[in-house]
């Protein structure tokens, strides 16, 4: 078995040279690493919790789709933990480690996330790329307080004073091009861009035990109330 360290190595290797790098997801939730179409070797499951590596960007556009298996749907830097389809942030260090998803979606869909703690400070949003574990480099996102939730766009914050309890479901979700953001189904922003191309669920943390759970990429708009 190779470790994360050796896969990411191999990722790096590879996406410098001709051929590419591609996953599968098994049945019984394993994960095969693939080059230039043949499997080489089997990825030991209990270490798909990826480390931050410069390179890793290349080594997700080299990727294939890979559908929600439990953890593995996340880039998981080491200063993070997976239980029960819960993300918690171990390291005491402040913003510059999140998580981002493997698994996107184009044109119409949402993301969501309950949020477990009110006591810490945390990001859950939407981008395109990845661009490091700052808050800032969010394209669209939710920025949770210890005094409430702020929407934001990037650094800059449109509105703020959300209410939010622990438990809450945090939603953003495009249609049309349009995005959106829902607390606890209740619709508290509505940006003014017209946003295109692939979506990702992206994240970012401060401060040590926060945490999100329930983190889903959904292909298609939720049916709402009116």
Known sequence: MRNVQELFDLAKEVNTK???LSLKALPDGGLEIHRAGNKTFPVDSANIAFEALTHYKEFLSACDKIEPIQEHFFILPESFSVENGTITKISPTEWGSGTFSIEGFEGDGYVSA?????DKILVFGLSTVERGGSYDNIDYHLYATTRGLEAREGAFR???DLTYTEGS??????????????VDNQLVYTSPKHCTGKMFIDTAFQTQGGQLSNLKVHHQP????V
Do not use: A, F, S
Not at 114 to 118: A, E, L, P, Y
Not at 169 to 182: A, N, P, Q, S
């Open 18 to 20: 001709d051929g590419g």
């Open 114 to 118: 309950n949020i477990n703690r009110t």
């Open 158 to 160: 449109k509105i703020g």
């Open 169 to 182: 479901l945090l939603e953003l979700e495009r249609v049309d091009g349009e995005i959106k953001y829902y």
């Open 222 to 225: 939720k049916v709402r109330e």
